[in-house]
């Protein structure tokens, strides 16, 4: 079960929300310091780390869940944010060049499903980056929060299900070890935190980041599924209009 999306907004609005998503950022800056002319798709709830696409990147957008919800995203300008089923895409094949996948992979209860669709929107040459909970760590021990919910895993487990579904992991990284926490003396040093735990403490990171790219010569065995039309699934949750919701906090 997903997480409700108005409980996520307030988490990236509140203090320790603003430094995850500035530690969390860094890391896929470091796997994808370019972006130019591609198009970037975020699947779960991603667009607290997509912003710094949009001035690069030919198209970015996101996809949010219908047993989520979803929120207006950005707060300027025109919407590009959808609410859609995670097992049926409404993108045409080999339409996108890079996927990032936070606070889904651990929530979905159509796992196999939602990663044959990121499977077939991704380019020949696109690569996934998946963010999800490590199962170690004090984080997904702690329901305050999102990373406290759904299913952890262990860095083996996770390559182990993009192996599954006809992704290979490239690279990996890591990221939060300080402790989910408000205080301010522990969120002043957060930096320190991460270079520490980076270079001693992986295996108790917060969150696990694996760059995966797309398996193209085993897809020859893929059973083709019968066409059909791609419909963006009905509003299961609100939709948060600007009006209805506070806007996201920038840095």
């Known amino acids: 079960m997903y997480s409700d999306v108005v409980d996520l907004r307030e988490f990236y609005e509140g203090s320790l929300g603003q430094v995850v998503r500035r530690l969390i950022r860094r890391r896929i800056r470091e796997l994808w310091p370019d972006v130019t002319g591609q198009r970037v798709l975020g699947i779960g709830y991603a667009t607290p780390y997509l912003r710094p696409f949009r001035d690069e990147a030919e198209r970015v957008m ?92 262990s860095s083996s487990q996770l390559k182990k299900t993009l192996r599954a579904n006809l992704f290979v992991p490239e690279k990996e990284s890591c990221a939060l070890f300080m402790p989910p926490a408000r205080s301010r003396f522990l969120l002043a040093g957060a930096g320190a935190w991460e270079e520490i735990g980076a270079r001693w403490f992986k295996a108790f990171a917060g969150v696990i980041v694996v760059e995966a790219s797309k398996q193209i010569y085993a897809s020859a065995g893929r059973v083709k599924a019968p066409e059909r039309s791609r419909l963006l699934a009905p509003a299961a949750r609100p939709v948060f209009g600007r009006s209805a919701s506070h806007r996201e906090t920038e840095e």
């Open 62 to 153: 996101a996809m949010m869940p219908a047993s989520q919800g979803v929120v207006f995203w950005p707060s300027e300008g025109p919407g590009l944010v959808t609410l859609t089923d995670e097992a049926e895409l409404p993108l045409p094949d080999m339409s996108v060049d890079r996927v990032l996948l936070i606070h889904g992979l651990e929530y979905t209860e159509h796992l196999r499903p939602m990663l044959r669709e990121v499977w077939r929107v991704l380019a020949g040459g696109g690569r996934l980056i998946a963010i999800v909970p490590n199962r170690r760590s004090i984080w997904a021990r702690s329901d305050r929060t999102p990373f406290g919910n759904g299913s952890p895993y």
